[in-house]
Structure formats: structure tokens, C-alpha cells
């Protein structure tokens, strides 16, 4: 059996240099977790498959917004991960960042 190791970059929800639902957590989280699953199963893989998750949040009290969304597409699958709050990402209104290994 080949296996493989996917390392995607950060993702951040952003179309070129616009934020996608500026400063709105759960929207923002919901966009980036739709492109994660979509490099996943480009390589035939699956958020069962992710063994590590680390997270940069622009304000911890969107941990709750973040961690419902988060929770419903890793489902029972629980991967190593951190959570950084950080003071700001790329683009202005961006205040969700995910980085995955699979």
C-alpha cells in the first residue's frame, strides 16, 4: 500500500487580497474547512485522516464559533492541534487561520 502525507499550507479565508466574510469566525471557519476537505480528497483522504491541527485566531473569544464549526466536520476524529491567538493574519478581516497535516 503507497501512502502519502499531505502538508497544506495555512488557509486563511481569502480570495486573492479580499477576506471572505470579514471578521465573521463561524463563516470564515466554514470556507476554510471546505478547502481543506477539497485537498483531502483530492488526495483520497478524509478529516479522519488529519493527525495534527493548528489554528491562529485574531481573538480568543471566537474560540467557541471556531471549535463548533471545527468539531462538526472533524467529527470523532480528534488530531493533535494547537490554538494560537495571534494579533493579526494577512489580509484585514481575516480573523481565522488553519493548517492541517494529513
Known sequence: M?????YPAGHAPSRGAYS???FDATAQTEYIFGLIGE??????????????AQTYLTDMADFPKFS????????DSKPASTLLE????????????VEVTA
Request: glycine fraction near 14%.
Open 2 to 6: 503507497n501512502k502519502i502525507l499531505v
Open 20 to 22: 471572505v466574510a470579514p
Open 39 to 52: 485537498i483531502l480528497a483530492a488526495a483520497g483522504m478524509g478529516y479522519g485522516d488529519v493527525v495534527r
Open 68 to 75: 463548533a464549526v471545527r468539531d462538526r466536520f472533524f467529527g
Open 86 to 97: 495571534v494579533k493579526g493574519l494577512a489580509h484585514v478581516g481575516c480573523c481565522v487561520e
